[in-house]
């Protein structure tokens, strides 16, 4: 194998394939890089964890085909590292590989490519597509409400539900439950489940691939691709069943609310200063009249904010997570949201003024009377 590349041009796709490395793993192949410099003068880039597969291609100059796996974290560091010029990697006897950029030579040990795991094919037909910006607002509108406690079992994952008119997504972990709704026009309905912590790195690759406005997928039993612009994603799916979320939404309210929500955001970032850890940052909201009240004490001191709303039905007091709340306002972009409530001890729907293209359930926190 022998190749040159501009170092800018590796550097990025090793940035890109880089994130389905892991340093958990026992298998000392999986902490590498195959590299694959092909006759048409491209060179692949491919990592796995098993759970998650990044394969890139990117253009070279390929004066001889070959590959080899090497030490993502240590040949990553070096090419980092090189001036933004020209590199050779060359493959001498025994996967030894020598880099050369400038006056700089490195000579590192890699390992066999075909003890590399294969990624493996799915049937390309069967692809959809939707909008790169889309699904990175769907991913970040949701993943964080799933749960990061690897015991909990299928909630650590996103549900990403296919209807007839809409492609849905749902993420909960027992305090509190985010949904978004996209209008999509599908063939077949279909349920799937795939780790937040997975979506979340499929978030910051389409985010880094300035080039592409589409992003393509394939759905099968148990393995899900992301097509974008030169990479290919392949990623594992959760098996077992999520929860029936829609029995969990609240048919009906007591209160509704309408609130400015950079305002709602400002006032209870500001009331969260003093809500102590221990006490699950706990601020209390007084629903009374035409204003929310927003009040949080701890040892060190207490303060009051208040905020104007229009609001229909009943008064109430509830208390939340300011975290579980926060989460919320910042992950949407809306001028204006609704808030709906019960009692102060069911949970508060929080939706856009019309439609259902969010909705998120927060569970509140008891608060005592005195």
Same mark, same amino acid.
């Given at each position: 194998?022998?190749?040159?590349?501009?170092?800018?041009?590796?550097?990025?796709?090793?940035?890109?394939?880089?994130?389905?490395?892991?340093?958990?793993?026992?298998?000392?192949?999986?902490?590498?890089?195959?590299?694959?410099?092909?006759?048409?003068?491209?060179?692949?880039?491919?990592?796995?964890?098993?759970?998650?597969?990044?394969?890139?291609?990117?253009?070279?100059?390929?004066?001889?085909?070959?590959?080899?796996?090497?030490?993502?974290?240590?040949?990553?560091?070096?090419?980092?590292?090189?001036?933004?010029?020209?590199?050779?990697?060359?493959?001498?006897?025994?996967?030894?590989?020598?880099?050369?950029?400038?006056?700089?030579?490195?000579?590192?040990?890699?390992?066999?490519?075909?003890?590399?795991?294969?990624?493996?094919?799915?049937?390309? %037909?069967?692809?959809?597509? /939707?909008? *790169?910006?889309?699904?990175?607002?769907? !991913? @970040?509108?949701?993943? $964080?409400?799933?749960? +990061?406690?690897?015991?909990?079992?299928?909630?650590?994952?996103?549900?990403?539900?296919?209807?007839?008119?809409?492609?849905?997504?749902?993420?909960?972990?027992?305090?509190?439950?985010?949904?978004?709704?996209?209008?999509?026009?599908?063939?077949?309905?279909?349920?799937?489940?795939?780790?937040?912590?997975?979506?979340?790195?499929?978030?910051?690759?389409?985010?880094?691939?300035?080039?592409?406005?589409?992003?393509?997928?394939?759905?099968?039993?148990?393995?899900?691709?992301?097509?974008?612009?030169?990479?290919?994603?392949?990623?594992?799916?959760?098996?077992?069943?999520?929860?029936?979320?829609?029995?969990?939404?609240?048919?009906?309210?007591?209160?509704?609310?309408?609130?400015?929500?950079?305002?709602?955001?400002?006032?209870? %970032?500001?009331?969260?200063? /003093?809500? *102590?850890?221990?006490?699950?940052?706990? !601020? @209390?909201?007084?629903? $009374?009249?035409?204003? +929310?009240?927003?009040?949080?004490?701890?040892?060190?001191?207490?303060?009051?904010?208040?905020?104007?709303?229009?609001?229909?039905?009943?008064?109430?007091?509830?208390?939340?997570?300011?975290?579980?709340?926060?989460?919320?306002?910042?992950?949407?972009?809306?001028?204006?949201?609704?808030?709906?409530?019960?009692?102060?001890?069911?949970?508060?729907?929080?939706?856009?003024?019309?439609?259902?293209?969010?909705?998120?359930?927060?569970?509140?926190?008891?608060?005592?009377?005195?």
């Amino acid at each position: 194998m022998k190749f040159s590349c501009n170092q800018q041009t590796l550097s990025k796709a090793l940035n890109t394939v880089s994130k389905a490395v892991t340093s958990r793993t026992t298998i000392p192949i999986l902490k590498g890089i195959l590299l694959e410099a092909n006759s048409d003068n491209t060179l692949t880039l491919s990592a796995s964890d098993l759970d998650l597969s990044i394969e890139k291609r990117v253009e070279v100059s390929v004066e001889e085909e070959g590959s080899v796996v090497v030490s993502a974290r240590l040949f990553s560091d070096i090419i980092r590292k090189l001036p933004n010029e020209d590199i050779q990697i060359e493959e001498l006897e025994n996967n030894t590989i020598v880099i050369k950029c400038l006056a700089s030579e490195f000579t590192i040990v890699g390992q066999p490519a075909d003890e590399f795991p294969n990624i493996g094919e799915l049937n390309l %037909e069967n692809k959809l597509s /939707l909008e *790169k910006d889309v699904l990175k607002e769907m !991913i @970040k509108k949701t993943s $964080f409400a799933a749960s +990061i406690d690897e015991s909990k079992g299928i909630i650590v994952g996103v549900l990403i539900e296919m209807e007839e008119e809409s492609l849905n997504m749902v993420a909960l972990d027992g305090f509190r439950m985010a949904i978004t709704r996209e209008p999509m026009k599908n063939r077949e309905k279909k349920k799937i489940i795939i780790a937040a912590r997975i979506l979340n790195e499929i978030n910051k690759i389409i985010s880094e691939n300035e080039d592409s406005k589409e992003i393509f997928f394939i759905l099968d039993e148990k393995k899900a691709v992301f097509l974008l612009d030169g990479t290919k994603i392949v990623l594992r799916l959760l098996e077992g069943d999520f929860i029936k979320y829609s029995d969990i939404l609240p048919k009906e309210h007591k209160s509704r609310v309408k609130v400015n929500r950079t305002e709602l955001l400002n006032s209870i %970032e500001r009331a969260s200063l /003093l809500a *102590k850890e221990g006490k699950n940052n706990l !601020i @209390k909201l007084s629903i $009374f009249r035409d204003k +929310i009240i927003i009040t949080s004490r701890s040892e060190e001191g207490n303060v009051k904010e208040e905020v104007f709303i229009e609001k229909v039905g009943e008064d109430i007091d509830i208390g939340f997570n300011s975290k579980y709340i926060l989460d919320v306002l910042k992950a949407v972009n809306e001028e204006s949201i609704a808030m709906e409530f019960n009692t102060s001890v069911s949970p508060c729907l929080i939706k856009p003024l019309e439609g259902q293209s969010f909705e998120y359930l927060v569970l509140p926190v008891r608060i005592s009377t005195n």
